[in-house]
């Protein structure tokens, strides 16, 4: 008997079960084994942001204010293909939208040296004139397409622009600043210029494609560095530009037709309000579960 308690005592006891972060079993244990310790650092919802109704909605105004500036660059291009706007006129008011956004540039940019000035206008100088020696190709370039696929792929090709672009303003450059433009950014530019070549094709001189490829690429290239700019220097400001936009674009574009005015008004009160309104909602049913078994976040300390 004495013995038989002898060797019972001398049996290995189990060891002590343990959170092992990558690893395989235990031995005396299952693989999927947990003890009662294993909830006691389970944290719920540690990194969900609680949003603000009104917050929310002024954020998606930088979405209704570049829809509306897409909206009056329709319009510009259906003035001048309808020869309601023609070429004087239309260069005309590239050099007031070229003038006006270096003039908004220098008063809301807080580092914009003379030498960067003159960097900005040698650049757009070289882009003009290469705009111009390539306008005689842009008149003669989809000659052989039908108009129907190329209001087709033209709208095609804005909705892409629209669903692609960055409207949080993370790769604009403003003035001593370098980013890098992401695929989708690049994506959605390039359809835009596409988009701007297949409409300057359409038109009855070589001038009128030199005026819109100019009007078009001011907007789609310096339009988010000018509203930027804007942003950052007064939200206000932002508002007031944001609103008046919106006024103007849902003028003009009721001038087209009262389909399109019902469709760009709906798109933005969804945008503006019932967006918000979802997204506020849906944060009730928002569940993350955070705890010590989750993946390891590796944090590097460089020192120089």
């Given at each position: ?5 002898k060797?019972?005592?001398?049996l ?6 343990r ?8 031995p005396g244990?299952s693989?999927n ?8 650092g389970?944290?719920?919802?540690a ?11 002024q954020?998606?105004?930088s979405?209704s ?5 897409v909206a009056l660059v329709?319009?510009?291009?259906s003035?001048t293909l309808?020869s309601t ?35 900005y ?12 020696i ?5 008149y003669?370039l989809?000659?052989?397409?039908s ?12 909705l892409?622009?629209?669903f ?11 003035p ?6 992401t695929?989708?950014?690049n994506?959605s530019?390039?359809?835009?210029i ?5 409409i300057?094709?359409?038109?009855p ?7 819109v490829m100019l009007?078009s690429?001011q ?5 988010p560095?000018?509203?930027y700019c804007?942003?950052?220097y007064?939200f206000?400001?932002?508002l007031w ?10 003028g ?11 469709l ?9 309000f019932?967006?918000?309104?979802w997204l ?5 049913y ?14 590097f300390?460089v020192?120089?």
């Open positions: 008997m004495e013995g038989i308690i060797e019972e005592n001398s290995p006891s189990q060891p002590k079960w959170k092992v972060a990558y690893g395989g079993m235990q244990y693989d084994y947990t003890d009662e310790s294993f909830l006691e389970m944290v719920m919802n990194n969900v942001v609680k949003r603000d109704m009104l917050k929310v909605m954020d998606s105004i979405i204010q570049y829809i509306c500036i329709v319009c510009v291009w003035y309808g706007v023609s070429e004087t006129t239309l260069l005309l008011l590239d050099s007031c939208l070229l003038g006006l956004g270096f003039v908004v540039l220098i008063l809301t940019a807080k580092r914009l040296s003379l030498h960067l000035l003159l960097h206008l040698l650049n757009i100088a070289f882009f003009i004139s290469g705009l111009y390539l306008a005689p190709i842009y003669t989809t000659r052989s397409i108009s129907d696929s190329i209001w087709a792929l033209t709208v095609l090709l804005l892409v622009h629209l692609l672009h960055d409207y949080s303003g993370s790769i604009i450059r403003p001593g600043a370098l980013t890098n433009p695929l989708t950014s994506i530019l390039n359809a835009s596409v988009a701007s070549v297949l300057a094709s359409r038109l001189s070589r001038l009128h494609v030199f005026a009007f690429l907007i789609f290239l310096f339009a560095l000018v509203t804007v942003k950052k007064s206000g400001l932002h530009f944001s609103s008046g936009l919106m006024v103007v674009a849902l003009l574009v009721s001038t087209l037709h009262t389909l399109l005015f019902g760009l008004l709906g798109l933005l009160v969804f945008v503006t019932v967006c918000p309104y506020i909602r849906i944060q009730e928002k569940f993350e579960i955070n705890g010590p078994w989750d993946e390891a976040k590796l944090c300390d020192t120089e």
